[in-house]
């Protein structure tokens, strides 16, 4: 998948490591095979949003509270 294509982190618009290529290609694989979305933005937005989730469940963030929170 990402890692085959000699372009890709060119198309991309960022260098990525061979290494880092070869995790992009077999969470592609895994996500392909799950029904959800390959593509790089995809998999760096989920990245980010589990990055971000354990930061916060460490406690090194803070969640910002939404207007809809109820909780008092």
């Known amino acids: 998948m990402?890692?085959?294509h000699p372009d890709a982190a060119k198309q991309y618009g960022i260098r990525l490591t061979d290494e880092v290529m070869e995790m992009?290609?077999?969470i592609q694989q895994f996500r392909q095979r799950?029904?959800?979305?390959t593509t790089l933005a995809?998999?760096?937005e989920t990245?980010?949003?589990?990055?971000?989730?354990r930061?916060?469940?460490?406690g090194a963030l803070k969640k910002p509270e939404t207007s809809?929170?109820?909780t008092d």
């Open 34 to 37: 799950s029904n959800q979305p």
């Open 42 to 44: 995809a998999i760096v």
């Open 24 to 26: 992009v290609s077999e």
């Open 47 to 53: 990245a980010i949003q589990c990055h971000y989730n």
């Open 55 to 58: 930061l916060v469940q460490e």
């Open 2 to 4: 990402a890692s085959e």
């Open 68 to 70: 809809n929170d109820t």
